[in-house]
Structure formats: structure tokens, C-alpha cells
């Protein structure tokens, strides 16, 4: 059967149903529409709360590691002069202080506290190998109002002390944004720190999503109420069922189409790859220092014979759900090893960069494809980074057996995406990575009063105190490729330097950007 025979029997399936029962077909996928749409949003909140918190903590953490220094000498007017500083910078922060070994509050953001007033040290709660803690929300006496607060243990016995208010946690989100009865909570360890909306008091038929911050142990629930979720549906419910009968072939279209849309490309991974309508586009990296082609980012990309070229995003999940992901990707590498063995073996000093999905995180078989591919084309083992995303890393002995595994071999490891994502930064030290990429999110910023520049230098920063080569991504003006370059980052990709490359003008790129080079090689590659 082909695959234009397959289509036309989708498209009269759906197409029968539909007109068959317009009226029940309709209401019927409205509303399942119509709750996922609605679950969707609620899953978008969390997200979108859960990363409002993570930058909160991050610049709480960054804050007081940056104070620390000055607070070795106690109370002075430069430690007090610095906590203005940060809580006038940083729009989060209420408060600053500094407690001595007595449990006394010695001095805030506001100057000397004279004579020092107690302060309450009970209920703290600590992640484990955390270095800041923080206790639940209360009255303080470094912030008006109230607050929670984050502290920093000094080696002299001292402490540290940051007070956020808790409504710094959603950002501008407005109350009502999941309903007037939804609720937003953010909780550590389970012990809430704010909270949005109304009273969180969860029916049983609710929407509720629950996100993993990624530090100190805190997570983010969002729950609306279903009567919300299907506001839209009921609205729209009595105009479908009258206009259901007249409307049927137009949902019969219209639902045939989505069908096909939807599930023709899913059928049709497996296809794609026997019948080779794969490509690889390579994104050239750029040594910043030296101004070289370090190598290349390699990229797939399905060009179908009728859609033309479908974007990864859509088919990258789909191939992930359904398993296609582990044979696209042993394809991909033997492609590379076709396309570039030559290159690479001629250039030792060039990379390839290959992308891996969660799924690889537990099949060892893709090591064994790594090994086979290294040994049919020559290529050396330090030429191959493999890139895993912040989702990809699990606390998990068969992910951790996966990484260690490839850098027994020699292949290089970065992760990608970094920032963005939700695992926690302990995650970094329990697995053998050689690279950290920073997001393009935290590269668009240069250049501008966005206080995530502040994150940008930040995760630099910790990429090289951990002795990480670090890659920046989506470097689209030359502000940012010097700014990156100042700052020590040693490769970067985007369309500064150059576009996704087909093997030819990427060869070319790499000719004209790496005098001399062995030309040879590459005219036999090509």
C-alpha cells in the first residue's frame, strides 16, 4: 500500500465519522480540545513559575557569594554600603543582613542594628549539599513586611542573611491567570513559601500540575478548577449543536486534515529513513579566540516528498515518543563518518557536535554505535561531543552509566541548553561532562538592561570554575560574540558566523576559515 493510498483512507475515515455525527463528533472533540488546551495552560503556568523561581534563587544565591567577601571583617561600612548595593540592583531582594555566632542581628541593609536584636534560627530548611537555606515565610528584621529569607553560613561562625517577599516568586503573573478559583503554590520541601489565587483547596476533578524547580528541593503546583478548564467549551457547546448538521463537512475537512497532519508523519518516520529522506545541515562553531571553524553542529532535517521540509521540532518529539529517535540518530553518525571521516582525519583539532535524546539515556546500544562509527571511518573519539539536554540528565545509575560509558570512550560530552531546563546544578558534578552550553535565551541578552545578563556571567563563571569548556549559542551580532570572547568562552555558533550548512558549502566554510587545511581530503569527502 502506499503512502498516498494511506492518506486518502485516513481522510475518508475521518471524513465518514465526522459527517455521520456532526453533532456529537463535534461537541465531542471540542471538548477533549478544549480540556487540553486547558491543561496545557495550566502546565505552561507551572513551567513558566517554576523558571520564575529558579532565577529568584539563583540571584538570591549569587547575592550573597558575592557579599561574603566583604562580610569576613564583620559589620563595616563597606559590608553595609554592599547590601544597599544588591537590594537597590536587584529588585527581588527587600533586605540584606548579617547575624553573628550569638544569634544576633548585627546590621542590615538599613545600617547598624544598635543594640543587636535576636533573631529566630529554628525552622530552617536545608537541601542537602546545598550551601544556602532558607525559612519559610514571616516577619523579619532586614525587609518591611513579609518575607522569606535565604542564608549563607561564613567560616567565622557568622551568617548571612537575604529576605525576598514571596510575591517576587510569580513575577507579573496576574492572580486570576488560571481562573478566579485557580491557585498557585510554591512550596520547599513541601512546606509552601507563596501562593497565588484563591486558597488552594483541590476538588477531585481539578487540573493540577506539578514542576520540579530543579533547586533547593522546591516545586511549583498549579490547579484550576475544571469548571475554568470548560468555560469556553460551554459557551461554544449550544452554538455547535445547532449548527452542527450544517457544519459537518466542514469539521469532516477540517478533521481529516488534522488527522492526516497528525498522524501520516508519525507513520511515516520509519519510512522516511529506509526511503533516505534525511539530510544533515551542519552549524558551523567558531573558535572565538582564534577566529577558526572549530567544527560543526550536526543537524537533521526531513525533506518529504510532498510537505517539502518539515520542521524538526515537529518530528524530533515524534520520533522520540515512538523509539525512531535511537536508529535516526545511529544514521545520522554513520552520515557524519560518510560526509566528513576525511575532514576530520586530516583536521585533528575539528569536532562534530551530535544531539541526544532522553532515550539514549538508557540504551547503551548507543555506545556501541559511537565505537563503530569511530572505527569504520577513523575518526578520533575527542572529535565526537555529544550534546544531552538538561532533561536528558536523571539521578539515575543507568544515565550515569550511559555518560560515563562515552567518556570511557573518549567521546566529549557537553550539556546543552543549560539554564533553561530543571535538573538541580548538583546534577553537574555526578556526571563526566566535558562542555556546558549556554542558552541563546542568556545570549540574546547582551547588550541590553536585561538583569539576566547578570545569570549570563554567572553561568560562565561556574563553567569555569568547574573547569568546563564552555560553547555559547545563537551569537547573532558582533556585541555578543566580544562579550562572550571577553569573558573567556571559548566557542560559539549562530548566525553571526554562519546559517545550517549542507556538506558542501560547509566544507567550503571550512576551507576559507581554516587556511590552510587539507584540501584534498575535503574534495574527496565532497
Not at 43 to 60: I, K, P, S
Not at 133 to 151: D, I, M, V
Not at 322 to 340: A, F, H, N
Amino acid at each position: 500500500m502506499t503512502r498516498r493510498t494511506r492518506k486518502i483512507l485516513v481522510v475518508v475515515a475521518v471524513g465518514l465519522a465526522l459527517v455521520t455525527l456532526p453533532v456529537l463528533g463535534g461537541l465531542a472533540y471540542n471538548y477533549v480540545d478544549t480540556l487540553k488546551q486547558s491543561r496545557s495552560r495550566v502546565r505552561d503556568v507551572a513551567g513558566t513559575v517554576a523558571r520564575q523561581v529558579a532565577q529568584v534563587l539563583l540571584v538570591a544565591e549569587a547575592a550573597l557569594a558575592d557579599v561574603a567577601f566583604d562580610a569576613r571583617n564583620g559589620c563595616t561600612p563597606e559590608l553595609i554600603r554592599e547590601f544597599r548595593n544588591k537590594t537597590i540592583a536587584h529588585p527581588t531582594i527587600q533586605g540584606m543582613g548579617l547575624i553573628t555566632p550569638g544569634n544576633y542581628l548585627a546590621c542590615t541593609t538599613f545600617g547598624m542594628t544598635d543594640p543587636p536584636v535576636r533573631s529566630d534560627a529554628d525552622n530552617f530548611i536545608v537541601s542537602r549539599g546545598a550551601l544556602v537555606w532558607f525559612t519559610p515565610p514571616r516577619r523579619n528584621l532586614y525587609a518591611p513586611g513579609q518575607s522569606f529569607t535565604a542564608e549563607y553560613a561564613l567560616k567565622d561562625g557568622h551568617r548571612l542573611a537575604l529576605a525576598l517577599a514571596p510575591e517576587v516568586l510569580f513575577g507579573l503573573m496576574e492572580a486570576d491567570i488560571i481562573g478566579s478559583d485557580g491557585n498557585i503554590t510554591v512550596a520547599m520541601q513541601g512546606i509552601p513559601f507563596a501562593e497565588l489565587g484563591s486558597p488552594a483547596d483541590p476538588a477531585a476533578d481539578d487540573l493540577v500540575e506539578t514542576r520540579d524547580v530543579g533547586l533547593y528541593d522546591a516545586t511549583v503546583t498549579a490547579k484550576a478548577s475544571r469548571r475554568w478548564a470548560l468555560a469556553r467549551w460551554r459557551e461554544n457547546a449550544l452554538v455547535t449543536g445547532l449548527l452542527g448538521a450544517l457544519a459537518g463537512g466542514v469539521l469532516a475537512v477540517g478533521g481529516a486534515h488534522y488527522a492526516r497532519g497528525r498522524f501520516s508523519l508519525a507513520s511515516e518516520l520509519r519510512e522516511a529513513l529506509n526511503n533516505k529522506e534525511f539530510e544533515i545541515w551542519y552549524q558551523p562553531v567558531i573558535d572565538l579566540q582564534r577566529g577558526h571553524c572549530a567544527g560543526a553542529e550536526a543537524l537533521i532535517r526531513w525533506r518529504h516528498p510532498e510537505r517539502d521540509l518539515i520542521p524538526p521540532d515537529l518530528f524530533i518529539s515524534m520520533a522520540e515518543d515512538s523509539g525512531i529517535i535511537i536508529p535516526m540518530t545511529r544514521w545520522l553518525m554513520q552520515r557524519v563518518g560518510e560526509d566528513l571521516g576525511p575532514l576530520l582525519k586530516a583536521n585533528p583539532g575539528l569536532h562534530i557536535a551530535i544531539n541526544l535524546a532522553p532515550a539514549h539515556m538508557s540504551d547503551h546500544g548507543i555506545v556501541e554505535d559511537a565505537r563503530t562509527t569511530l572505527g569504520r571511518y577513523g575518526i578520533q573519539p575527542s572529535q565526537i561531543l555529544f550534546e544531552l539536554t538538561e532533561r536528558s540528565l536523571i539521578d539515575d545509575p543507568a544515565c550515569r552509566e550511559v555518560v560515563k560509558a562515552l567518556g570511557d570512550l573518549g567521546t566529549e560530552v557537553a550539556i546543552d541548553d543549560f539554564g533553561t531546563g530543571y535538573s538541580s546544578l548538583a546534577y553537574i558534578d555526578k556526571f563526566k561532562l566535558n562542555y556546558l552550553k549556554v542558552d541563546k535565551a542568556f545570549v540574546s541578552v547582551i547588550g541590553t538592561q536585561s538583569p539576566t545578563v547578570r545569570l549570563t556571567d554567572i553561568i560562565i563563571g561556574m563553567a569555569t570554575s568547574l573547569g568546563l569548556k564552555t560553547i555559547a549559542e545563537g551569537v547573532e551580532t558582533t556585541e555578543q560574540a566580544q562579550y562572550l570572547r571577553q569573558r573567556g568562552v571559548k566557542y560559539a555558533q549562530g548566525w553571526h558566523f554562519s546559517k545550517p550548512l549542507n556538506i558542501d558549502d560547509f566544507l567550503a566554510f571550512v576551507r576559507d576559515n581554516n587556511k590552510p587545511i587539507d584540501t584534498g581530503a575535503a574534495q574527496e569527502t565532497a
